[in-house]
């Protein structure tokens, strides 16, 4: 019996031993499991950890660079922004103030702006202007430099603009060979005085300076009233009456055709007693201009200079151009003189043209708009 009860035991033992075995067996797989993860992981780290640390370096020098660089191209950018905006600025007043025509403006907002509170003169300003704008549909303005200058500049502007061709003695006639006329035909040998505008010329050479100014109009004019096209032929007055020695050239040959005509008319009146105009009988009976040296020297040669153009030698300008001028006299207002035709009488066929004054010396460009 005792035997019997000594044997279970042992087999329990047995039992208990194999499965602490396996336990322990199984333990020791997942240590090793446990391990071998472990030890892939650490390596991993160890291995990307450096690899990291370079990269990292890396892109932290490739954004402070790229920082760097895109401060700087901000930087720059906005220096040049600014030069570029310096220089435009530059050649906008530049031209600005080189083009002796400026672009049309506002009547009436220009009207504001120069004739400004409440004195009698420009309450009768602002009222001349309305009168413009609503009677005689004059809507735009086009301001014309303001020097001695400024009634040639601004007819001849018009009859470039408006494609005029040349007057009809001028097609029959070569201009070119009008300085050669006076000086040996006509023994006029006085002209070697004439002085052109505000730059005093006199001696030998005037006669050579003449002639430059005499193929500037000409080539000018035929160019210009060749074109067809409107906008073009503006293009073309715009151009030209920004360059100041050109457009000089061009006043100064008009100057001179007009003391041809003074000239010519002189001698028919001296020598066979033929009629003239009888706006050269008004002109030589001045005291300043009782022939055409006095009227060279005492007119012509300050036209630029000092002196513009006064209510006789408009006469003459238109005359001698062959275009009715009309001028809107602001200053007179209300009264007959308000409105004043140069020449009075002129040919149906002429072509007509407007100047605006405030004050009989400086005149600008009247625009209408129906």
């Known amino acids: 019996m005792q035997r019997k009860h000594d044997r279970k035991p042992s087999?329990?033992?047995d039992q208990f031993t194999e499965q602490e075995k396996k336990s322990r067996t199984n333990h020791s797989?997942?240590?090793?499991?446990k391990y071998e993860v472990w030890s892939w992981t650490a390596a991993t780290k160890q291995f990307l950890c450096p690899v990291w640390q370079k990269v990292k370096e890396k892109l932290m020098l490739s954004m402070s660079f790229l920082i760097v660089v895109f401060c700087y191209c901000r930087r720059l950018y906005c220096f040049l922004a600014q030069l570029v905006k310096r220089w435009s600025n530059y050649l906008q007043r530049k031209l600005r103030r080189n083009l002796s025509v400026l672009t049309e403006v506002d009547l009436l907002g220009y009207s504001a702006r120069e004739w400004k509170g409440e004195t009698k003169q420009a309450k009768h300003m602002r009222?001349?202007?309305?009168?413009l704008f609503w009677s005689c549909h004059i809507k735009y303005l086009r301001q014309v430099r303001k020097d001695n200058y400024c009634v040639l500049r601004a007819v001849l502007f018009q009859i470039f603009s408006q494609g005029i061709s040349f007057p009809s003695w001028m097609?029959?006639?070569d201009i070119l060979k009008l300085p050669e006329k006076l000086l040996y035909s006509q023994g006029c040998?006085?002209?070697q005085q004439y002085s052109f505008g505000p730059e005093r010329y006199t001696g030998p050479n005037a006669f050579g300076k003449l002639r430059k100014c005499m193929e500037a109009l000409k080539a000018n004019w035929a160019e210009i009233s060749a074109t067809k096209d409107r906008e073009e032929r503006g293009n073309m007055c715009n151009t030209l009456?920004?360059?100041e020695s050109k457009e000089h050239k061009l006043y100064e040959a008009v100057k001179f055709m007009m003391l041809h005509e003074v000239v010519e008319a002189y001698e028919r009146i001296k020598n066979r007693g033929e009629p003239v105009h009888n706006l050269f009988s008004v002109?030589?009976?001045r005291d300043s201009s009782s022939d055409p040296l006095s009227f060279m020297m005492n007119h012509l040669n300050s036209i630029g200079d000092s002196l513009c153009l006064d209510q006789v030698e408009l006469f003459l300008l238109g005359y001698l151009l062959e275009v009715k001028i009309r001028v809107y006299r602001l200053h007179r207002f209300n009264t007959e003189e308000f409105q004043v035709n140069y020449p009075d009488e002129c040919r149906r066929e002429w072509n007509e043209i407007s100047l605006l004054t405030e004050d009989d010396h400086y005149y600008h460009i009247p625009l209408y708009r129906t």
């Open 127 to 131: 009222e001349a202007y309305e009168a």
């Open 241 to 243: 009456f920004s360059d």
């Open 171 to 173: 097609k029959e006639r």
């Open 29 to 33: 797989k997942r240590s090793v499991g």
């Open 11 to 13: 087999k329990n033992r």
């Open 283 to 285: 002109l030589l009976a």
């Open 189 to 191: 040998n006085w002209i």
